[in-house]
């Protein structure tokens, strides 16, 4: 039997950190790298990962308009707050790695597209687990748009590695 933690609103919040996480971290590569092409690369990925957390927080607008909000955030605790961003830190841009010892490791467009092809596949994985932790009338279809989000910029990923 699953024990369930979690609400749509909630992982929707944490989907908005991971995107504002990537733009940061594209947004570091970006000074690392010397390469014009990565560079360009490293623009693209970076604006991707805005206009997606843009998405992202449509996304949420729409599900506290048709659901309610389960909370209220500007009466949100401050340590559940922290502890739904350090839950997005530690699980995709961030984790065990060092995003400002990685980033300017990153030399060519290709590396930058791979790791963003990484970062975009752990992201569905988080995205999955974190269903699983979702009541169904909690949100679990509209944490499927999240995962299908990431699902398209993986295909739009991939076409983008065999141009580099």
């Keep these: 039997m699953t024990a369930y933690f979690f609400n749509a609103e909630e992982i929707f919040h944490v989907a908005i950190h991971i995107e504002q996480n990537g ?3 594209y947004n570091l590569m970006l000074k690392s790298v010397s390469d014009a092409k990565a560079k360009q690369v490293c623009i ?6 805005h206009c997606h957390k843009l998405i992202f927080e449509n996304l949420l607008s729409a599900l506290v308009q048709q659901k309610g909000s389960m909370y ?22 961030g ?19 791979k790791t963003a092809l990484d970062f975009e596949k ?15 009338e909690w949100g679990q279809k509209e944490i499927n748009q999240l995962i299908a989000q990431e ?11 065999k141009e580099v």
């Design 72 to 93: 209220n955030l500007t009466e949100f605790p401050e340590d559940d707050l922290s502890y739904l961003k350090a839950l997005a830190d530690s699980n995709v841009f």
């Design 23 to 25: 733009e940061a971290f």
């Design 44 to 49: 693209r990925l970076a604006k991707e990962e």
């Design 95 to 113: 984790g065990t790695l060092d995003l400002n010892q990685l980033a300017p490791q990153m030399k060519t467009a290709k590396d930058a597209v």
């Design 151 to 161: 699902q398209e910029h993986i295909k739009a990923l991939t076409a983008l590695m």
């Design 122 to 136: 752990a992201s569905i994985l988080f995205f999955i687990q974190m269903k699983q932790f979702t009541r169904p």
